[in-house]
């Protein structure tokens, strides 16, 4: 059972910039895909990015392409989000996720997730 700690939120404002991060608990998160999605109050949770074990393959929701960056560290079992030019919109609960058995950006399909980090954008 792999146990995911996300941290790293906070409050910014628009235009600047957080990392979060999410360890992992155990060596084997090394072959797991890993992937960042976000929920919003009355929405549904969305997709952010993922990364492959080897990280070859990154993927990113549109609405955040150019302005994040997954990435991970095997060696310390983490994976991280590089949030810039943050807007009121990226504002949400960011979690972090484990082990897809399909489509990285299918929330649905993932078997691990951590209890989630607030982020919040101020205008």
């Known amino acids: 059972?792999?146990?995911?700690?996300?941290?790293?939120?906070?409050?910014?404002?628009?235009?600047?910039?957080?990392?979060?991060?999410?360890?992992?608990?155990?060596?084997?998160?090394?072959?797991?895909?890993?992937?960042?999605?976000?929920?919003?109050?009355?929405?549904?949770?969305?997709?952010?990015?993922?990364?492959?074990?080897?990280?070859?393959?990154?993927?990113?929701?549109?609405?955040?392409?150019?302005?994040?960056t997954i990435s991970r560290d095997n060696g310390k079992n983490t994976v991280y989000l590089q949030m810039n030019s943050l807007k009121p919109e990226d504002t949400a609960v960011y979690y972090c996720a484990a082990d897809p058995t399909g489509d990285y950006s299918d929330y649905v399909v993932y078997n691990y997730w951590g209890q989630g980090t607030q982020v919040t954008v101020s205008s």
């Open 1 to 68: 059972q792999v146990q995911l700690v996300e941290s790293g939120g906070g409050l910014v404002q628009a235009g600047g910039s957080l990392r979060l991060s999410c360890a992992a608990s155990e060596r084997t998160f090394r072959r797991y895909a890993m992937g960042w999605f976000r929920q919003a109050p009355g929405e549904e949770r969305e997709f952010v990015a993922a990364i492959n074990w080897s990280t070859s393959i990154r993927r990113y929701a549109d609405s955040v392409k150019g302005r994040f």
